[in-house]
């Protein structure tokens, strides 16, 4: 099994900044990517951002230019600076990783695992 756990959420004004951190952590896994999802009241959950294990990076239209995905892959952690937030912003934020798991047969095969989530408020 792998436990993924967000921190860094909070509260912040408008135009303010947040930096939150997700951690992988696990036996028998080999990470692929960790990405960002975010979920706000009575909206489907969303991609956010994502980055792979050689550091190709993605980003919703909505937050380009404004979030930074980063990662340490010795650490199995991810890093996501949102700084200029808005309000539409608001929202809890969940940390997913896919990769390969091995199974009790020996075989890998795909999986995923997603965190608890971190609540992310901007008043405006």
């Known amino acids: 099994q792998v436990q993924v756990v967000e921190s860094g959420g909070g509260s912040v004004e408008a135009g303010g900044s947040l930096r939150l951190s997700c951690a992988a952590s696990?036996?028998?896994?080999?990470?692929?990517?960790m990405n960002w999802y975010r979920q706000a009241p009575g909206k489907e959950r969303e991609f956010v951002s994502g980055i792979s294990t050689d550091g190709g990076t993605s980003y919703h239209d909505s937050v380009k230019g404004r979030f930074t995905i980063s990662q340490d892959n010795a650490k199995n952690t991810v890093y996501l600076q949102m700084n200029s937030l808005k309000p539409e912003d608001t929202a809890m934020y969940y940390c997913?990783?896919?990769?390969?798991?091995?199974?009790?047969?020996?075989?890998?095969?795909?999986?995923?695992?997603w965190g608890q989530g971190t609540q992310v408020t901007v008043s405006s």
């Open positions: 696990g036996v028998n896994y080999a990470k692929n990517e």
């Open positions: 997913q990783t896919t990769g390969s798991c091995r199974r009790w047969t020996g075989k890998w095969s795909a999986c995923t695992f």
